[in-house]
């Protein structure tokens, strides 16, 4: 297989092409307009669809459209512009339109910095928008990630019609690495909801509108049903170490990485550190978590925002274990502060 | 002058009175002895046998009341 | 006896929820009209808006979306990229189009998308219950301008056909109204040539709709009638703003 060297969001881009996307519709945005630069040379050579929107909202509500007709279609913006986009993220969750939406994150509130953070954790794990939803969310740690978890995206997308969040900090969209090219999705789904035309059928309605009272409350109960449904299949996670830890550390996407290598020098100094990865943020692997608290004394949640998911870990643990958080914005932690956390927690604790 | 005939769906009728005003016959009116499922008055051809089926009524109608044939 | 009207196929047979008078349900039959002309029903795809025909999707007989408000032209731009030999439309009111979704319409129209879009002016909010909108005339009493609208609080009414077909991406640009029967005709040519310039390709077409609104402005459907003649029309001068030819 061919192994090339490609930026994050062009690996992402090219993953998300590879999938049989064929409408982008995007707002430029730092760190993540690589992905429209590189979907504008592509889609006019493949027979896609790429539009400028005019605004992050029509942006969000062209892939409404776009994803209405059965295509494979997606957008992506950084943390501002997802703050846009949640009208649009909250109408196409309600419609079951399966598509992807993609967050190369940088640091906030407000206009904030184009620094790599995580601070939108809450917002993509909590559904952002108005009413009762989720979107699946899921955190690449690398440029071979971003290819794989934008294919594997829409085959979640199109499984459960449901817009899946692939969330990135802007470290990722912008690193090179060198990745294996994955080979094309052939096989796709049939979407007999699409609004494409009524030839030879009834008509087709895409709707999030419910102005009874049952109805509105029945439409929040599938919803949820298929909510459960994702909980109980789609939960994942990576496990470094975690058999003996005494301390394990949590971490995703490019952060999981940096405290990998933490991780195995605490060990090299005898503290049994381990490490848990969420690769789906929403839902939360808190299963993954509970079984790598067996021989835990204490967790380290280490996030580059104010401290967000350790929310979800302490809801996972119940106050079994005591969750410590580490954290930076404007800055990614290094690994030599992690191991510094990590020995000065063991020594408190007496590990 | 050619005759006409004109059709009503009652149940529809909100009783605005366009059809009434723009037909040019002054053929329809409302049937003040009848009150519809919802709560009006509705259209009537008072007058039948002056419809020319012009369809003027069916073209201002906003709520498909009325049904035109023609001769 | 030869049937010379009657309910056409691209509407359903739901009853529409619109007060008595209002124009929506009459401009909806005039679409579907279009359509049965043309044989498009099952080539077309509508997007309703937020406002009182928010529920327009009961009433086409065709595939419909609904939209969050305003929104209707960015959807439609994507489903006509995907899509192209599809026949779109979008079914918009007032704050939908000119306040809420500006930005969306002007854009649809300075890309040259090519949808059909049906503006129904009727110079307030319907659904929510009569407030201001940007089509509301000078004077114009609602109940957030309760004293009448005041150039100099709220500025002047916003005239979206003579607007958009300043934009370059707009092929067909018209201004009609349903007051009377002759006007109603005009307003079904003009969609239907709407339809017929988004057939051909030649860009983006709008026909924007001066329509009654009965309940909202206090008066009777007959009066509301005749308040379009002598209150809109002066202002919003009716006919053809933009006609592209075919090159």
Same mark, same amino acid.
């Given at each position: 297989?061919?192994?090339?060297?490609?930026?994050?969001?062009?690996?992402?881009?090219?993953?998300?092409?590879?999938?049989?996307?064929?409408?982008?519709?995007?707002?430029?945005?730092?760190?993540?307009?690589?992905?429209?630069?590189?979907?504008?040379?592509?889609?006019?050579?493949?027979?896609?669809?790429?539009?400028?929107?005019?605004?992050?909202?029509?942006?969000?509500?062209?892939?409404?459209?776009?994803?209405?007709?059965?295509?494979?279609?997606?957008?992506?913006?950084?943390?501002?512009?997802?703050?846009?986009?949640?009208?649009?993220?909250?109408?196409?969750?309600?419609?079951?339109?399966?598509?992807?939406?993609?967050?190369?994150?940088?640091?906030?509130?407000?206009?904030?910095?184009?620094?790599?953070?995580?601070?939108?954790?809450?917002?993509?794990?909590?559904?952002?928008?108005?009413?009762?939803?989720?979107?699946?969310?899921?955190?690449?740690?690398?440029?071979?990630?971003?290819?794989?978890?934008?294919?594997?995206?829409?085959?979640?997308?199109?499984?459960?019609?449901?817009?899946?969040?692939?969330?990135?900090?802007?470290?990722?969209?912008?690193?090179?690495?060198?990745?294996?090219?994955?080979?094309?999705?052939?096989?796709?789904?049939?979407?007999?909801?699409?609004?494409?035309?009524?030839?030879?059928?009834?008509?087709?309605?895409?709707?999030?509108?419910?102005?009874?009272?049952?109805?509105?409350?029945?439409?929040?109960?599938?919803?949820?049903?298929?909510?459960?449904?994702?909980?109980?299949?789609?939960?994942?996670?990576?496990?470094?170490?975690?058999?003996?830890?005494?301390?394990?550390?949590?971490?995703?996407?490019?952060?999981?990485?940096?405290?990998?290598?933490?991780?195995?020098?605490?060990?090299?100094?005898?503290?049994?550190?381990?490490?848990?990865?969420?690769?789906?943020?929403?839902?939360?692997?808190?299963?993954?978590?509970?079984?790598?608290?067996?021989?835990?004394?204490?967790?380290?949640?280490?996030?580059?925002?104010?401290?967000?998911?350790?929310?979800?870990?302490?809801?996972?643990?119940?106050?079994?274990?005591?969750?410590?958080?580490?954290?930076?914005?404007?800055?990614?932690?290094?690994?030599?502060?992690?191991?510094?956390?990590?020995?000065?927690?063991?020594?408190?604790?007496?590990? | 002058?050619?005759?006409?005939?004109?059709?009503?769906?009652?149940?529809?009728?909100?009783?605005?009175? /366009? !059809?009434?005003?723009?037909?040019?016959?002054? *053929?329809?009116?409302? %049937?003040?002895?009848?009150?519809?499922?919802?709560?009006?008055?509705?259209?009537?051809?008072?007058?039948?046998? /002056? !419809?020319?089926?012009?369809?003027?009524?069916? *073209?201002?109608?906003? %709520?498909?009341?009325?049904?035109?044939?023609?001769? | 006896?030869?049937?010379?009207?009657?309910?056409?196929?691209?509407?359903?047979?739901?009853?529409?929820?619109?007060?008595?008078?209002?124009?929506?349900?009459?401009?909806?039959?005039?679409?579907?009209?279009?359509?049965?002309?043309?044989?498009?029903?099952?080539?077309?795809?509508?997007?309703?808006?937020?406002?009182?025909?928010?529920?327009?999707?009961?009433?086409?007989?065709?595939?419909?979306?609904e939209a969050a408000h305003g929104r209707a032209?960015?959807?439609?731009?994507?489903?006509?990229?995907?899509?192209p030999d599809r026949f779109l439309f979008t079914?918009?009111?007032?704050?939908?189009?000119?306040?809420?979704?500006?930005?969306?319409?002007?854009?649809?129209?300075?890309?040259?998308?090519?949808?059909?879009?049906?503006?129904?002016?009727?110079?307030?909010?319907?659904?929510?219950?009569?407030?201001?909108?940007?089509?509301?005339?000078?004077?114009?009493?609602?109940?957030?301008?309760?004293?009448?609208?005041?150039?100099?609080?709220?500025?002047?009414?916003?005239?979206?056909?003579?607007?958009?077909?300043?934009?370059?991406?707009?092929?067909?640009?018209?201004?009609?109204?349903?007051?009377?029967?002759?006007?109603?005709?005009?307003?079904?040519?003009?969609?239907?040539?709407?339809?017929?310039?988004?057939?051909?390709?030649?860009?983006?077409?709008?026909?924007?709709?001066?329509s009654a609104c009965p309940t909202n402005w206090?008066?009777?459907?007959?009066?509301?009638?005749?308040?379009?003649?002598?209150?809109?029309?002066?202002?919003?001068?009716?006919?053809?703003?933009?006609?592209?030819?075919?090159?």
């Amino acid at each position: 297989m061919e192994r090339v060297l490609m930026k994050g969001n062009e690996a992402l881009a090219e993953g998300a092409i590879l999938a049989g996307c064929r409408g982008f519709f995007g707002y430029p945005i730092t760190p993540s307009s690589e992905i429209a630069e590189y979907m504008a040379r592509k889609m006019p050579k493949i027979g896609g669809v790429f539009v400028q929107a005019e605004s992050e909202l029509a942006a969000i509500n062209m892939v409404y459209g776009g994803a209405s007709t059965g295509a494979r279609v997606m957008t992506a913006s950084s943390s501002p512009g997802l703050s846009l986009k949640q009208e649009g993220i909250s109408f196409i969750s309600e419609a079951e339109l399966p598509c992807l939406i993609v967050n190369v994150s940088r640091g906030g509130p407000g206009l904030g910095g184009i620094q790599p953070a995580q601070s939108d954790y809450f917002q993509a794990t909590r559904g952002g928008g108005h009413g009762d939803y989720h979107t699946i969310v899921l955190a690449p740690s690398g440029s071979q990630e971003m290819m794989d978890f934008a294919m594997e995206a829409f085959e979640l997308a199109d499984k459960y019609r449901i817009p899946v969040m692939i969330m990135a900090e802007g470290t990722l969209g912008n690193i090179m690495e060198p990745i294996l090219m994955r080979e094309p999705v052939t096989k796709f789904s049939e979407k007999p909801w699409a609004t494409t035309g009524c030839r030879g059928r009834k008509p087709n309605i895409v709707n999030t509108l419910h102005l009874g009272n049952e109805e509105l409350e029945s439409r929040n109960h599938q919803l949820f049903n298929k909510y459960q449904i994702i909980k109980e299949n789609e939960k994942r996670a990576d496990a470094f170490l975690v058999e003996d830890a005494e301390i394990v550390v949590v971490a995703f996407g490019i952060m999981s990485r940096i405290v990998k290598k933490a991780v195995i020098e605490a060990r090299k100094k005898g503290v049994k550190a381990g490490l848990v990865r969420p690769v789906t943020l929403w839902p939360f692997p808190d299963e993954h978590i509970r079984t790598a608290a067996k021989n835990a004394r204490l967790f380290l949640s280490v996030e580059i925002s104010m401290g967000q998911m350790i929310q979800d870990i302490q809801l996972a643990l119940a106050g079994r274990v005591p969750v410590e958080f580490y954290g930076r914005i404007g800055f990614t932690p290094n690994p030599e502060e992690i191991l510094q956390e990590i020995m000065r927690l063991a020594e408190r604790e007496g590990l | 002058m050619a005759k006409g005939k004109v059709k009503f769906f009652t149940d529809r009728c909100k009783a605005c009175g /366009l !059809c009434i005003e723009f037909c040019p016959k002054d *053929v329809l009116g409302f %049937d003040e002895h009848t009150i519809n499922i919802l709560g009006y008055h509705p259209i009537k051809d008072l007058k039948p046998e /002056l !419809c020319t089926g012009c369809a003027i009524c069916g *073209v201002v109608c906003p %709520d498909l009341v009325i049904e035109v044939e023609r001769e | 006896m030869k049937k010379v009207f009657q309910k056409p196929e691209s509407l359903t047979d739901a009853k529409n929820h619109y007060c008595p008078g209002c124009s929506h349900g009459l401009i909806h039959r005039l679409i579907a009209e279009c359509m049965d002309e043309m044989n498009i029903r099952e080539k077309t795809i509508g997007i309703c808006p937020v406002g009182c025909s928010v529920l327009a999707y009961d009433y086409f007989n065709c595939d419909m979306l609904e939209a969050a408000h305003g929104r209707a032209p960015a959807i439609a731009t994507a489903i006509k990229r995907l899509l192209p030999d599809r026949f779109l439309f979008t079914y918009q009111g007032d704050g939908d189009l000119a306040s809420i979704g500006m930005a969306e319409i002007v854009h649809a129209s300075a890309r040259g998308e090519k949808i059909t879009v049906i503006f129904v002016n009727n110079t307030l909010y319907g659904m929510t219950g009569g407030q201001m909108a940007p089509t509301t005339l000078l004077g114009q009493v609602t109940t957030t301008s309760p004293y009448g609208r005041k150039a100099e609080n709220e500025g002047y009414p916003m005239k979206m056909a003579e607007l958009l077909s300043s934009n370059e991406g707009s092929a067909y640009i018209c201004r009609t109204a349903v007051n009377n029967p002759a006007n109603i005709n005009r307003t079904k040519r003009a969609i239907k040539k709407a339809f017929q310039v988004q057939e051909k390709g030649l860009g983006f077409s709008m026909v924007e709709i001066l329509s009654a609104c009965p309940t909202n402005w206090g008066l009777n459907p007959l009066d509301a009638m005749k308040w379009i003649e002598d209150n809109m029309v002066p202002y919003y001068p009716l006919g053809e703003f933009k006609v592209k030819e075919e090159q």
